[in-house]
Every structure is written in C-alpha cells, then in structure tokens.
C-alpha cells in the first residue's frame, strides 16, 4: 500500500480581493506568493488554479522529492496532503486516511517541516517540542528524554532552553525538524527546508535526512534545487502549472534529458530570425526560440558558441548573455517546462 | 499492517484540548504583567479619574461611583477577553503562522479555536479578579456595593468573557492584520463609550433613540448586569434580561467566530 496516494488533486483559489492593498487575504499557508498567474489554465477570471489534476503516489519508506519552480503547485501540494488546504477536487490519501474526512488520523500520522521556521516564539526551543509533543498526547515524562536526544542529534542541545528569537535562522529550522519528528510521525513532510540556509548547515541537514530516511521513514520534500532533489531522493515528480510533468528516479530522470549540452544565448532582438540558421550548424541537435532568447541543445558542447555569435551578428543583433548548462535534470526540466528553475 | 497504514495510538480530544490549555496558561503566566498592564490601564485610569478625584473635588456626587464600579469591570473584562485572542489570532495568522504547530495537532480545528476562546476567558476572569479590589480600595467605602451575589457575578462574568472572547475571535481572524489599529478606534472604542460602563442604562431616557441603539453592544448586558449584582441599589436591567441578551449575543460570536477562525486555518 502506498503511503500517499492522490487522484485528479486539483486546487483553484477563488479569486483575491481587489487589488487595494498588497499581500494576501487568505492565501495557502507557508505560500511564497501566488501560486500561479492568475487568469492561468482557463480559469474563470481572477482565479488562480495551483493544481489541476495532480496523480502522485509517494511508496512507503520512500524519500519522495517535489521538483519545480515557485509557483508550480509544490506547496499547495504540500498543504493539501498536511490537511491544512482544501482540495477543490479530487481525493488525497496519507495512510490510507482522507485529507479532508479523516483530517484527524492524516494529523496523527505526519511530522512538518514548514517552508519558514514558524516556531512557537513565546516558548523556549524544548518548550516548543514538549508541547508540540503533549499536542499529539505524549506526557512529558515519554517526550523529554525524546526531545533531548533530537535537540542533541540536531546539534542545538544548548539552545534547549533559549528563547527561539536567540536562534539563528539555520538553528530554528533544525528546531522546526526536531518538532516535526518529537511525536514519531511515519510520514514526514518538508517544504523548501533549506532556502536561505547557508551551505554547511544545508550539508549537515541533508545528512539529517539521509538518516531519517534511514530509519526508513516516508519522506517527502518539496526543492527547487536540482542537486537536492539529485543528491537525496528516491523518485523525483517535476510539478509545474499545477501539473506532473515526470515521475521518475533521478538516474532515468537524467538519462531522459534530451541530449547534448543547452547553449542559452540572449540576443538584443529577436531570436526567431536566426533560428534555421543556427540549426545548419554542425554539432546542434535543437534549436528554439523564446523572444529574445535562443535555446541550442548541442553534442560539441561550448563550440558552437562563437558559430552562434558570428551568425547574430551576421543578422545585426547583439549577443547579450550567454550561458551554458550539462545534460542533467536542469536541462530536462528546461525542455519540458520551457523555463529554468531559479 | 505495515508502518504507515497501522493506525497510531488515538489521542482524545480533552488531553489535546488541556495540553492547548496548559501553553496558554504558562504563555500568560509568563506576560502577566504587561497583560494586566495591556488591558487595565485604561479601565483603572478612568476609575482614578472619575472615581477617585473628582468625587473628591466635589465634582462627581458620591452615588456615582456605584454606577462607575460595575461599568468599569465590564470595561476590563471585555478589554482582556477581546484582546487575549484577538492579538493573537491577527499576529498568528497574519505574520509569524504561529500557530501552525497547534492547527496539527490531531483535533478537530474547531477545538482549537474553542480552547483559544476558553483562555481568552480566564484572561478576562482575571483582569476583573484584578481591577475589583483595587477599585475598592481606590474609591473607598462605596455604598450599596454588595458581594452577597457571587454566583450572579460569576456567572455574568462567564457570559459576559465568552461573549467578548468569541468576538476578539472573530475579530481576530477576520479583520486584515493591517486593519487592526481601526478595530480599536472603529469597534472597541464605541463598544465602551456606548456600552453603558460609565452611566446606568435607565439614564439613556434623556435620549431615547441612543437608549434602544445600544442595546446591540454586548457590553451594556455585561456592565447592567454587575450593577444587578454588585450595586442593587442603582438602577439595572433585570437579571433575567441580561442573561438571555448574553446567552444570544455570545453564541452568535462564537458562530462567526469558529467560522471566520475555520476560513483562516484552512485554505
């Protein structure tokens, strides 16, 4: 049996206020911003559709990556499977318990790690996993030593009994981990945990998971960085416009990259008109245009660059950037999505 | 069973509901202070004013101050129920999503909201637990002030706090964070200025119109019925009366409130 399972998820936002003042009304929580243009996908005006159909379904012990850029439906993914966002329609299972008629049991079984450390600020960090524990009934006789032992595993045993505002932004994610993990869910849920940390302690939590993932827990986790979801997941779904694109391990992923390294070159006019020529060169597999930007997917990788050049400047628009990225899942997900991840 | 499907041991409600309970207790334990500063610095201001100087400068007759003392309960009362949620609640959702870790918790959400609205009701049993005796000793002997209805007063400062904390609920969760300051000056202030706190309700019978246009705020049930309670003597509404208004005014609170706190906590 799988330990998350959806079918035909989909999700639309009604429509915000008028636009009198910024910022949301009553938008998905942990969301960055919107989720996608509004208007997108058909959708009566103002509406704003963050899944549309959405089939996934996450094995057990499986450490399970979401994969695609802000906006692409992750977190509304997220919050649907943690009972915290409606499905508009369709069905969501998290150990065989409905998301929305059994948002109880889906609760008892999960641990979430949230996008930005949200910890309780008016408790200290062992406070904020005692109590999250006596939330899920474990007295604190049971959740002590537990919280201990995940402060010290987590390396912030010395914050233990700091108030969170003293903790550093890397510190309060690891407490938000610890606290996800202090009522022993089966399923546990991360969404973007390391944005806006610095690379060590994004290294020591990966190592976090690893082991967590180890003790053969269902992981799920929402990335935008390619070499996260790469280095640490089983399967990887890339999710854009509310849709899954691929489903897949990230070997098969890769090898499915179309081939060849992807030469992205940005002219100061349009790209359209130098597309068939660009396409007689040797060496280019494939040539597309997006505006201003020229897309050559190429097997003698940087040397088609200066052919290139010579043939804009030929046609008398300017080469203004130029950028060259290896066959992996970035330019997998470029071809398939149309655009780059960051 | 594997791991996943097996169901974990069942939590029950009442130990999820007193574990909400007990983080409130130890949170306003730790702020009590600027709690008590927070919501009755205003209500005891007013007492030194109107109930300690001026009848001192012969300005106020004496009687007054039995009119003053049941108003200015029902002023801290409502002051700290509709704030000890309601500033929770705006921050909570509105910047620091807070209280997430709660909303996970394997309750139904209503019974999270519910537990928020009982602390916020034992905030307001504390503030009048708090202004009462210093009022006393602030005014003086008071005449007519009788605490041989204990279990009237108890029970309309039960009332009277669910009643308050339902509405900073659904204040709370329904005003835009942005917004919050005008609660006060839009909502609040004429709640108290019109809630019949600092003049009896009979006396509205130089203006008619006003007498029965207040009798929306909830606060002039709270305020007529601890003069009922702890001043007889001055002129009240009927007991019965206030407890039907309460009853009906707080149910209707708490059903915006659960609903508005429910469109807030689920997208």
């Avoid at chain 1, 790469?230 to 691929?246: N, Y």
Wanted: overall charge positive; hydrophobic content about 45%; charged content about 15%.
């Amino acid at each position: 049996m799988a330990a998350i399972e959806t079918h035909g998820l989909r999700k639309v936002y009604p429509a915000p206020p008028p636009p009198k003042k910024r910022g949301r009304a009553a938008g998905p929580p942990g969301m960055g911003g919107p989720p996608s243009a509004p208007g997108a996908f058909g959708a009566p005006r103002g509406e704003i559709v963050a899944l549309q159909g959405l089939d996934l379904e996450v094995r057990e012990g499986e450490f399970f990556g979401l994969l695609g850029p802000n906006g692409a439906g992750k977190t509304t993914t997220i919050g649907i499977l943690t009972t915290r966002v409606k499905p508009t329609a369709g069905t969501a299972r998290v150990g065989g318990a409905d998301v929305t008629s059994e948002a109880v049991r889906v609760r008892q079984r999960i641990g979430v790690v949230p996008q930005r450390p949200n910890p309780d600020r008016a408790l200290n960090a062992l406070e904020n996993l005692l109590f999250h524990a006596a939330y899920f009934g474990i007295p604190a006789a049971v959740a002590a030593p537990r919280a201990g032992q995940l402060l010290e595993q987590l390396g912030i045993s010395d914050k233990a009994h700091a108030k969170v505002d003293e903790m550093s932004g890397g510190q309060q994610q690891r407490l938000m981990i610890a606290r996800a993990l202090i009522h022993e869910p089966q399923v546990i849920f991360l969404d973007e945990p390391t944005v806006g940390l610095d690379p060590q302690t994004r290294l020591s939590l990966w190592e976090i998971l690893r082991v967590l993932h180890n003790e053969g827990r269902t992981i799920v986790m929402t990335t935008h960085y390619m070499d996260e979801a790469d280095k640490l997941c089983d399967r990887i779904a890339i999710v854009d416009h509310g849709q899954l694109l691929e489903l897949d391990t990230p070997a098969s992923l890769k090898q499915r990259a179309p081939g060849g390294t992807l030469v992205e070159v940005t002219l100061a006019g349009d790209a359209a008109a130098i597309v068939d020529a660009v396409r007689g060169l040797d060496g280019v597999l494939r040539v597309e245009a997006k505006g201003p930007l020229l897309r050559v997917y190429s097997d003698r990788g940087g040397r088609v660059i200066s052919p290139v050049i010579q043939i804009a400047e030929d046609n008398g628009a300017a080469v203004t950037n130029i950028s060259l990225t290896e066959p992996s899942l970035e330019t997998l997900f470029v071809s398939r999505t149309g655009r780059k991840l960051d | 069973m594997n791991a996943t499907t097996a169901d974990p041991h069942p939590v029950r409600a009442s130990t999820v509901f007193f574990a909400l309970l007990r983080r409130d207790v130890l949170v306003a334990r730790k702020e009590l202070a600027f709690f008590l500063v927070r919501t009755t610095m205003q209500p005891l201001l007013f007492l030194i004013v109107f109930g300690y100087l001026l009848p001192k400068m012969n300005f106020m007759a004496k009687g007054y101050q039995a009119a003053l003392l049941p108003g200015i309960l029902a002023v801290s009362l409502s002051l700290s129920a509709i704030q000890s949620v309601a500033l929770p609640m705006v921050q909570d959702f509105g910047w620091t999503k807070e209280i997430e870790d709660r909303l996970l918790a394997p309750v139904s959400t209503q019974l999270i909201a519910a537990e928020k609205i009982v602390a916020g009701m034992l905030q307001g049993f504390i503030s009048v637990a708090f202004v009462l005796p210093i009022a006393r000793l602030l005014m003086g002997p008071i005449s007519g002030l009788t605490l041989s209805h204990g279990g009237e007063v108890l029970l309309i400062v039960l009332l009277g706090s669910l009643a308050f904390s339902s509405l900073g609920m659904w204040l709370g969760t329904a005003i835009a964070p942005q917004q919050i300051g005008l609660m006060f000056s839009v909502i609040i202030a004429p709640m108290l200025f019109f809630g019949c706190a600092y003049y009896p309700w009979k006396g509205l019978d130089v203006v008619p119109v006003l007498k029965y246009v207040v009798l929306v705020n909830p606060m002039v049930y709270v305020a007529e019925g601890m003069r009922g309670a702890l001043t007889p003597g001055v002129p009240h509404m009927p007991l019965s009366v206030v407890y039907v208004a309460l009853v009906v005014i707080a149910g209707t609170f708490w059903t915006f409130g659960m609903r508005a706190f429910y469109k807030r906590a689920i997208g």
